[in-house]
């Protein structure tokens, strides 16, 4: 199940061969930042490339709208399995909703 509505920066992220919705809402930013530092920070380094797989992982780890029966291993396995390419959609819809906000 993904439903992504991407008019509120959702994304989708297969793992495990099913679609998992990544929804930024703010208590999920919140935790991001907790972990990865400033968000500003973060799409910077995003934008420059120098955005770390681990950093990737944990910034969709802490936007899913579900975890049951996930582990973060999981949402890493998913990085690699489809690559970074694939990955690197997802990734820019969250970023966007980082900067632009949602409607």
């Given at each position: 199940?993904?439903?992504?509505?991407?008019?509120?920066?959702e994304a989708a992220l297969t793992i495990g061969g099913s679609p998992r919705l990544l929804r930024p809402s703010f208590?999920?930013?919140?935790?991001?930042?907790?972990?990865?530092g400033p968000l500003f920070a973060l799409v910077e380094r995003a934008s420059a490339g120098k955005l770390a797989l681990a950093e990737m992982a944990a910034l969709f780890?802490?936007?899913?709208?579900?975890r049951?029966?996930?582990?973060?291993?999981?949402?890493?396995t998913a990085i690699a399995t489809q690559g970074l390419a694939a990955?690197?959609?997802?990734?820019?819809?969250?970023?966007?909703?980082?900067l632009q906000g949602q409607p």
């Open positions: 199940m993904s439903g992504a509505n991407p008019c509120r920066g208590a999920a930013l919140v935790a991001a930042e907790e972990e990865l780890w802490h936007c899913l709208a579900e049951e029966g996930l582990t973060r291993d999981d949402v890493g990955s690197a959609a997802p990734l820019r819809a969250l970023l966007a909703a980082i």
